[in-house]
């Protein structure tokens, strides 16, 4: 007699459980994309909307202030990033050693990122005062004279990055210190035992071992800098001029003087520009991290 088993069934409840992700994730997520494509390649407003191809991408390319948002947006996700990544691991190492109020002052470094954006930008924006500013005036006592920090074009863009490095840098030494915390200790014994310096530590050990907190922190600070328009606005609204104007900023703006369809056009490049650059860059450290 051929012994008969009862054939296994298949449990419905994984697909049950993906639909209400799926429908949420098709509701909040691809709909709006897929809408936001369409609404960029027409003139458009509350009412109507007249099909024109690319004219709204060429418009954006061709005007100066529009090309200028966007090379201020790289400029500025480049610079916060960068500051963040360097400032919240000196940070995450010092206070990861024993120093007095070492947990007071990591509470410290953390406060910024609890703060309100537009808290902080008004604030700063009074500090920052050319004339009446406590910077410049404390600087004028020391007999240096203070520059337009915010009224200065050459100077604007980047007295907002610190701004944000200041606010932002709290996170990424959280990373940072979570990070640390990983790696063993028996690395740093077995390096001090062959002789090792704490500068030849810190760069043949911690670097190493502390790059995922690294790829972490620079992805947030990226995709953080690339979408960013709060402290911006709370502090230069894109001025002086457009010296401070990122794409963010840009859009808002067009959609202020009723150009629906530049605007859309605009969200639909900042969503490629950050595609662009932080998919490959995650792809590309996935892959490294697979072969070592």
Not at 38 to 59: C, H, V, Y
Not at 228 to 255: E, H, N
């Amino acid at each position: 007699m051929t012994e008969t088993r009862p054939r296994s069934r298949k449990s419905p409840y994984p697909l049950w459980f993906f639909v209400p992700a799926a429908i949420i994730y098709g509701v909040l997520f691809l709909v709006p994309t897929v809408s936001s494509l369409w609404f960029s390649l027409t003139r458009w407003d509350l009412s109507t909307a007249e099909f024109i191809g690319l004219e709204n991408f060429q418009q954006f390319f061709s005007e100066p202030f529009l090309v200028k948002g966007l090379v201020n947006t790289l400029i500025y996700a480049v610079t916060t990033s960068g500051l963040k990544t360097v400032c919240g691991l000196l940070l995450a190492v010092l206070l990861t050693s024993n120093i007095f109020a070492r947990g007071f002052l990591r509470t410290l470094v953390f406060f910024p990122v609890l703060v309100s954006t537009i808290g902080i930008g008004i604030t700063f924006t009074v500090m920052m005062h050319p004339t009446r500013g406590i910077i410049n005036v404390t600087l004028e006592t020391l007999g240096i004279p203070g520059p337009g920090w915010l009224t200065n074009p050459a100077l604007a863009l980047f007295s907002v990055a610190l701004v944000d490095v200041w606010k932002g840098v709290g996170l990424a030494t959280l990373i940072f210190i979570a990070g640390l915390a990983a790696i063993s200790p028996d690395y740093y014994e077995a390096a001090r035992i062959d002789g090792a310096t704490r500068l030849q530590q810190f760069f043949r050990i911690t670097l190493p071992l502390v790059r995922p907190a690294t790829v972490i922190v620079v992805t947030l600070s990226l995709i953080g800098g690339l979408r960013s328009f709060d402290l911006i606005w709370a502090m230069t609204r894109g001025g002086p001029g457009f010296s401070s104007d990122v794409i963010a900023s840009v859009i808002y703006k067009q959609y202020q003087a009723g150009f629906y369809g530049l605007s859309t056009a605009g969200n639909v490049i900042l969503f490629a520009l950050i595609a662009v650059i932080i998919l490959p860059f995650t792809l590309w450290f996935n892959r490294r991290e697979v072969e070592e």
